[in-house]
């Protein structure tokens, strides 16, 4: 009788752990498996954003990357969305890519002077909302590191210092972001967790 009731109890324990295990980043991979994560100031962060809440203008993983001229098939331009619905301090947070410049991505390499890159996050119980711009440190990069247009993929690793606009107190953040990976198709794409 007792061994039947061990053995629920063990499995109801492996259940709640699992249920209770912080998110990991996904591999660095370059098969177009559409991942991105990274970690902010140490703690991980990996798209999450409920279908169901999508009204609210949220997007999980949300991609451009198509040649800029029907002609060719290079030069690529690069846009993605990347959100995450509850895990960054307070609430939601966002992060956005977008090519400011007009060349395009032609090959592998660090594109982070053609992108203007933000972070969107809830800092405090109040909703106050703090936007985050890429830095000039020369340690930043988003160097893409796999273009393949025959597959259709796009692969890359990144690393930022993000500085704050001003805050509602009108004091100076940063954020640290480090391990920075995306893994994507050439597409017109947009994902969101069921």
């Known amino acids: 009788m007792r061994k039947p009731f061990l053995l629920i109890l063990l499995a109801f324990f492996v259940i709640t752990c699992k249920k209770s295990m912080p998110p990991s980043l996904p591999p660095v991979t370059e098969t177009g498996a559409n991942t991105f994560g990274c970690k902010i100031n140490g703690q991980v962060w990996v798209p999450y954003y409920p279908c169901a809440d999508i009204s609210m203008g949220g997007v999980q993983l949300e991609y451009n990357i198509a040649p ?113 990976r995306f893994d994507v198709r050439i597409a017109n794409y947009q994902y969101c967790s069921n």
């Open 68 to 180: 800029l001229d029907s002609n060719s098939i290079l030069p690529l331009k690069f846009s993605m969305a990347v959100g995450n619905y509850n895990q960054y301090k307070f609430g939601p947070s966002f992060f956005n890519f977008i090519q400011a410049s007009a060349g395009g991505i032609t090959a592998p390499g660090d594109i982070k002077e053609s992108l203007l890159i933000t972070f969107n996050a809830t800092i405090d119980a109040d909703n106050h909302v703090l936007d985050y711009g890429q830095g000039r440190s020369s340690a930043n990069y988003f160097r893409i590191t796999k273009i393949d247009t025959v597959k259709g993929i796009v692969s890359g690793i990144f690393q930022l210092t993000m500085l704050s606009f001003l805050t509602p107190s009108n004091v100076e953040d940063s954020i640290s972001v480090t391990d920075g």
